[in-house]
């Protein structure tokens, strides 16, 4: 779904991009600082504020928040969907993704 639309926007991306010791979901190359992360987070794997499902992994919260810390704080961008936002409301979710990559990519 996320793949489809950044093709579909002319936006060029990596899946599975290695950043240190960690492989985000999409990584696409931007204008400002290093880059621009995409992380697609699973509503059963991750704590999910939106439809506040708990994660089967009490530390996954912790986890992610000193994860995202440690790539904010090396100068990457993050964008953050959500497995239900996807689902729930797919047109908004593409909008946001779409709007926030261009502006991240654009030179």
């Known amino acids: 779904m996320v793949a489809e639309w950044l093709a579909s926007a002319g936006i060029p991306f990596e899946r599975q991009y290695e950043i240190g010791k960690f492989h ?23 704590e999910c504020p939106l439809c506040g499902k708990k994660s089967f992994d009490p530390k996954s919260r912790i986890r992610d928040t000193k994860r995202y810390g440690i790539l904010t704080g090396s100068g990457y961008d993050l964008l953050v969907l959500r497995e239900c936002d996807l689902k729930m409301h797919p047109e908004a979710a593409r909008r946001r993704l779409v709007k926030v990559a261009r502006l991240m990519h654009s030179p």
Request: hydrophobic share 45%; charged share 15%; glycine share 14%.
């Open 24 to 46: 985000v979901d999409f990584f696409v190359p931007s204008a400002f600082g290093k880059g621009f992360v995409i992380e697609v987070n699973g509503c059963y794997y991750h």
